[in-house]
């Protein structure tokens, strides 16, 4: 059964702090790799698409990286407006989605 | 402005009702998708459309039904039939299935009284 895990389920990062979200996965013809941030009641902001193992894609403060088996995204000093949910989703014939992982920054 | 839009933001309903929520794009997207969100669950598809007049259930769409009359509409009616109709409701669009990137709308909360 195609499956999408996302780690830590929450995470609590002092303004600075460097730290990676996981998004581990196990599905049949991966046709590709979504990130998204989701504020609380609003709908799910684009961040990256990633296609194939080794693929890194870079956004301000965000690095997403991908391998055959999961895919991180690297937050480096973030800033309390980087606190979000950020989800990540699996394209098979169909987007999967994990259950996202919920960021705080504080100062 | 290119984009996807969802109204009401909010919407009540009373048991035994049916509720239509819209959906619009203006980005030229041949894909649309209605996704439920619940707290503590990944998105789950409700249905999705690869061109007008023609449209797929996804893994959640007894009690809901849709329409695409229009390549830039894809209304979703939540109908009586759905035991537990309260969540909050994302509408997606992508240039074509799977592989492409879906770009979200800005979510519908729907609450049953």
């Known amino acids: 059964e195609d499956q999408v895990t996302q780690s830590p389920e929450a995470l609590r990062l002092q303004e600075g702090e460097s730290s990676s979200l996981n998004c581990s996965y196990t599905?049949?013809?991966?046709?590709?790799l979504f990130w998204y941030r989701q504020d609380p009641g609003k709908g799910p902001e684009f961040l990256f698409t990633?296609?194939?193992a080794g693929e890194e894609k870079e956004k301000e403060r965000l690095k997403a990286t991908l391998t055959k088996k999961e895919s991180f995204l690297h937050i480096t000093a973030p800033k309390p407006e980087d606190s979000a949910t950020y989800l990540c989703a699996v394209g098979t014939d169909k987007l999967i989605f994990g259950t996202g992982t919920r960021l705080q920054v504080f100062p | 402005d290119g984009g996807i839009t969802q109204s009401p933001k909010y919407l009540f309903r009373k048991e035994g009702q049916n509720v239509t929520l819209s959906c619009e794009q203006n980005l030229n997207h041949d894909a649309m998708y209605w996704y439920r969100q619940d707290p503590g669950q990944g998105l789950r598809l409700i249905y999705y459309s690869q061109i007008v007049n023609d449209f797929q259930k996804g893994d959640i769409a007894e009690g809901y039904s849709v329409s695409r009359e229009k390549k830039e509409s894809f209304p979703l009616t939540v109908t009586s039939a759905q035991k537990n109709p309260t969540a909050f409701y994302l509408c997606?669009?992508?240039?074509?299935?799977?592989?492409?990137?879906?770009?979200f709308g800005p979510g519908t909360r729907l609450t049953v009284l």
């Open positions: 599905v049949s013809g991966l046709r590709g």
């Open positions: 990633l296609y194939s």
């Open positions: 997606a669009s992508s240039f074509r299935l799977s592989t492409d990137t879906q770009y």
